[in-house]
Each structure stands twice: as C-alpha cells, then as structure tokens.
C-alpha cells in the first residue's frame, strides 16, 4: 500500500539529487587533526545525529549520511575527536525490495545485552513509491559494535502498515520503551509520534500511546510533522523533544514533558510547550536546527545534540541539500529544573557562560550594545573565546559574530566590531589566568596588571586580581 501523504511529504527528486550530495560529501568531510575542544559544526553533512557516551567510555555517533543508503558508526574517546574519527560502514542499503532505497535516521542501542540499530528504510526508485518508508533492526551480537558482524533483525511492527520513522528506545522505571513517529492511517499528518513498551526489539509489548499529534503553527509549516523524539529525564521529569514542520528553516523542536513518577503511557500525563524550544537564527547564522539527541560532555555535562543548515535559502526539497551538519552545544537549566536550549550557538568553538565568583546568580552578558554583570537570555549570556593577539583570546557574544569585548581606554569596556586592526586587536586580547577547575581571570594584553573584573552590574578593566575572577560553564 502506498502511502499518498508520504508521496506528498517528499516530492521525489531525480536520483540524482544524491549523486551531486556525494560529490559534495567528498569536498566537505573535514580532516585533520581533532580539535583541543570542540566546534561547530562537529561534523559536517551527518543529519539525525545520535551521540551517546558508552559504558566504555567511548562516545558513539551515527546519523543519515547525504546518500541515504548506508548505515554509518563513529567511535571516540572524546566529543571532540568524532569530528575526525574513523567512520565505518556497518551495513548497506540492498539492491533490491523494500531496503533499497532511502536509509534514514539510525540509532545504536545496548537491549538485553545485544547492539540493536534502529533505522527507517524505503524501496528503491520504479514501482513501489521511494517513501513508503517503514522502521527496521539490524543486531550485533559481538561486544564490539565497530568490527562486529551485523545482521538484519526485522521489520518493527506496529497496528499500521504506514510511513514509520525515526525510532529510539529508553528504559523507564525498569521498563524498556520505543518511541518513534509514524503516520496513523485516518489523521491528516504527516506522522506522530508513538510511544508502547517493548516485548522484544521489534514487538511491542501493548497498544501503543499517541503522545502528540501536529497541530500549532509552528509544527505544520510546509507539513505536518511531529519526528525525531528523543528523552532526557532530569530533575524528576521526562523531557521528550521532538522536531517539527518542514525540514528547512522552518523545522525546530518542541517539547513534551511528563513527571518521572507519571503514568507515560497516558498522553494526558504530557504537556507540550505551546512555542518551539529550539529555533532557527539568523543572528548565528543556523537555520532548521532539529533532530536531536542528548549526551553528556566529558565533565558529565548535558550537551543537547541536532543538525543545522549555516545558510537558510535552499534549492529544491530541503531532503536533498546534503548540508545539514551535526552540531552540539551545552543544555543549562532553568530555576524550575526544565531545560534551557537557548538558541543554536553557530559556528566557531563552544562558547562560555562566565560567572563572576564575587556575585553569585550573575554572569557576564551584553544587553543591547552593552556588557553588564546580570541575568538574561541564555544567549546573552553565551560568550565564545576566539583567537585574539599572539595567541590570547578574544570575547565574541555568540549573537554578536565579528564583534569584540574591548578596552575602551578609561577602565569601561566596549563592544567593537573586529576589523582586523592593531588597535581593536591590542584592547581585544586577553591571557586566560587559571586559577582552578573552570576557573579564570582574564589579563589585557600587553597592558601590564589590567584585568576584566566585575565590580557590581559593571563590567570593567582594572589593576589588580581582585573582582577578576570568573567560573566558566
Ligand atoms: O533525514 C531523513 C529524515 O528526514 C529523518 O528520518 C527525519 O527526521 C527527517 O525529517
């Protein structure tokens, strides 16, 4: 059966859209050696990304490679270095029938002491249409998941024979779930999102839950999506987010939350965000930010995983621009334990928040054109150190790009734009002091014993260490 919403969810374009992505893949896969730290984007042109930090200590990335047509695996010591590690190919779309043509959105799983990875797959070209997509296992039974031998598991089975995605499997209260979006014959959606307990990888165990079904402005803009969900339990919640609406600049996330202590199989135990929590932005330059996963950095952290376009106007149907690439930031969290994703923090290295140690509560932000010791937007608060003079850094407000925290000469500091000048340079450049675990003060450049200090809701360059030092998160 064919699906006729799926045919209109993706207009097929000529096979040829994947051939000029592989010619394109080639160009853009970054090499070289790891960065110290990270920087977005992670890796370029890998869409879907699913990162997660093993019990081996290894982070393990897969995602849709541009081809559609092979499942990929990265394996690295640090969130870092999977920007230049090896990738490997565990398993290739088949010549012909129903796993020959599109291979979307893999994730790797530990179930029951076996590797499982979830993946959505479609018919080749001719006959049955490319997008009747359905979700499908492959498993692993070695101990390692890069050199081991996998095979088809099957076909996951749900109530409909219909367009099925975007699957990934979290254990709740000791009980193991699958949560993955389909479209349900006799809704007018694109696909939902579904949630039933698992009696083995590709059964389920009950009924399946609709937890949520595209309804807001901003979840059916070019089609009505509710995909990509993924769940974070923190602080006594289950967060669920999701991705939204066409995949160009119009897909973003959403949010669903339950408490921990809930009955989730009940859709009225979630609440959905009434606004996107993820969205695109121009004043950093990523547009379409969405299917997400989560992971933690290497000090334990949260760090919110998606892909993101750094331009926003594309040719023809956004399922063929290859440049959708995987990027990472740090997820904080608001008074009331919800998480904060603020916006995507674009390109370049990571940015900082920076905490006055003398004012608890505070950090250094800009308001307007002006930095202050204050609260505000996340992003307001998001600082990211660039290359400054002689390798010292410089302050780059993340939603301020080519612009700099400067000396203003009389002790004040202003932002300037960076226009490669000596001048701007020589009032720009700061030496990290360290002075403990994410601890640090900040030394002008060339201008002996003057440091950034906080001194109030006043951000300033003054002698001496005193009100210099900052905690950076
Ligand atoms: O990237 C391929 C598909 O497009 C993914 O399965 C879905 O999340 C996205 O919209």
Same mark, same amino acid.
């Given at each position: 059966?064919t699906?006729?919403?799926?045919?209109?969810?993706?207009?097929?374009?000529a096979?040829?859209?994947?051939?000029?992505?592989?010619?394109?893949?080639?160009?853009?896969?970054r090499?070289?050696v790891?960065?110290a730290?990270?920087?977005?984007?992670?890796?370029?042109?890998?869409a879907?990304?699913q990162?997660?930090?093993?019990?081996?200590g290894n982070?393990y990335?897969?995602a849709?490679?541009?081809?559609?047509?092979?499942l990929?695996l990265r394996?690295?010591?640090?969130?870092?270095?999977?920007?230049?590690?090896?990738?490997t190919?565990?398993?290739?779309?088949?010549s012909s029938?129903?796993?020959?043509?599109f291979i979307?959105?893999p994730?790797?799983?530990?179930?029951d002491?076996?590797?499982?990875?979830?993946f959505?797959?479609?018919p080749?070209?001719?006959g049955?249409?490319v997008?009747?997509?359905?979700?499908?296992a492959?498993?692993?039974?070695d101990?390692?998941?890069?050199t081991?031998?996998w095979s088809?598991?099957?076909q996951l089975?749900?109530p409909?024979d219909?367009?099925?995605?975007d699957?990934?499997?979290?254990v709740?209260?000791?009980?193991?779930?699958?949560?993955w979006?389909q479209?349900?014959?006799?809704?007018?959606?694109?696909?939902n999102?579904?949630?039933?307990?698992?009696k083995?990888?590709?059964?389920?165990?009950?009924?399946?839950?609709r937890l949520?079904?595209p309804t807001?402005?901003?979840?059916?803009?070019?089609?009505?999506?509710?995909?990509?969900p993924t769940?974070?339990?923190?602080n006594?919640q289950?967060f669920?987010s999701?991705s939204?609406?066409?995949?160009?600049?119009r897909?973003c996330l959403g949010?669903?939350?339950?408490?921990d202590d809930?009955?989730?199989?009940?859709p009225?135990?979630w609440t959905?965000?009434p606004?996107?929590?993820?969205?695109?932005?121009?004043?950093t330059?990523?547009?379409?930010?969405?299917?997400?996963?989560f992971?933690?950095?290497?000090?334990g952290?949260?760090v919110l995983?998606?892909?993101?376009r750094?331009y926003k106007?594309?040719?023809?149907?956004p399922?063929?621009d290859p440049?959708?690439?995987?990027?990472i930031?740090?997820i904080?969290?608001?008074?009331?334990?919800?998480?904060?994703f603020?916006?995507?923090?674009?390109?370049?290295?990571l940015p900082?928040?920076?905490a006055?140690?003398?004012?608890s509560?505070?950090?250094l %932000?800009l308001r307007?054109?002006?930095?202050e010791?204050?609260?505000?937007?996340?992003?307001?608060?998001?600082? %990211?150190q660039?290359?400054?003079?002689g390798?010292?850094?410089?302050?780059e407000p993340?939603?301020r790009?080519?612009e700099?925290?400067?000396?203003?000469?009389?002790?004040?500091?202003?932002?300037?734009?960076d226009?490669?000048?000596?001048?701007?340079?020589?009032?720009s450049?700061f030496?990290?002091v360290?002075?403990?675990?994410?601890?640090r003060?900040?030394?002008?450049v060339?201008?002996g014993?003057?440091?950034l200090?906080?001194?109030?809701?006043?951000?300033?360059?003054?002698r001496?260490?005193?009100?210099a030092?900052?905690?950076?998160s």
């Amino acid at each position: 059966m064919t699906d006729p919403l799926s045919l209109t969810r993706r207009t097929f374009l000529a096979a040829s859209g994947a051939a000029a992505a592989t010619a394109a893949t080639a160009q853009r896969v970054r090499h070289g050696v790891a960065p110290a730290a990270p920087a977005n984007p992670l890796v370029r042109q890998r869409a879907d990304t699913q990162i997660f930090r093993h019990t081996d200590g290894n982070y393990y990335m897969t995602a849709s490679v541009p081809e559609y047509d092979r499942l990929v695996l990265r394996r690295s010591r640090t969130l870092a270095g999977l920007a230049t590690a090896r990738e490997t190919v565990l398993w290739r779309h088949l010549s012909s029938g129903p796993l020959s043509g599109f291979i979307w959105a893999p994730e790797l799983h530990l179930i029951d002491g076996r590797w499982i990875m979830y993946f959505a797959a479609g018919p080749s070209g001719g006959g049955e249409d490319v997008f009747r997509i359905r979700t499908y296992a492959l498993v692993c039974d070695d101990a390692d998941p890069i050199t081991g031998r996998w095979s088809l598991l099957g076909q996951l089975t749900t109530p409909w024979d219909s367009f099925t995605l975007d699957s990934t499997s979290f254990v709740h209260r000791g009980v193991r779930y699958l949560l993955w979006a389909q479209r349900e014959p006799g809704i007018d959606t694109n696909s939902n999102l579904y949630l039933a307990p698992l009696k083995t990888p590709i059964t389920l165990a009950a009924k399946p839950a609709r937890l949520t079904v595209p309804t807001l402005d901003w979840e059916v803009r070019g089609y009505k999506v509710a995909e990509g969900p993924t769940v974070l339990p923190r602080n006594g919640q289950l967060f669920l987010s999701y991705s939204a609406s066409a995949t160009d600049d119009r897909y973003c996330l959403g949010l669903l939350t339950c408490a921990d202590d809930a009955d989730i199989m009940q859709p009225s135990n979630w609440t959905k965000s009434p606004k996107p929590v993820f969205v695109s932005s121009e004043a950093t330059s990523v547009y379409g930010p969405g299917h997400n996963s989560f992971t933690v950095d290497e000090h334990g952290r949260d760090v919110l995983v998606y892909h993101g376009r750094d331009y926003k106007a594309i040719k023809g149907d956004p399922l063929f621009d290859p440049n959708r690439d995987t990027r990472i930031q740090r997820i904080y969290y608001n008074a009331d334990g919800t998480p904060d994703f603020g916006i995507p923090v674009g390109n370049g290295p990571l940015p900082y928040r920076m905490a006055p140690t003398n004012r608890s509560g505070a950090f250094l %932000r800009l308001r307007g054109d002006r930095f202050e010791i204050g609260t505000g937007s996340l992003a307001s608060t998001q600082i %990211r150190q660039v290359a400054g003079k002689g390798g010292s850094i410089a302050f780059e407000p993340i939603e301020r790009r080519g612009e700099r925290l400067c000396h203003d000469g009389a002790g004040r500091v202003v932002l300037a734009r960076d226009d490669g000048s000596a001048g701007i340079a020589a009032r720009s450049s700061f030496v990290p002091v360290e002075q403990g675990r994410d601890r640090r003060a900040f030394r002008l450049v060339g201008a002996g014993g003057l440091y950034l200090q906080a001194a109030g809701d006043e951000v300033r360059i003054a002698r001496g260490l005193q009100d210099a030092s900052f905690m950076l998160s």
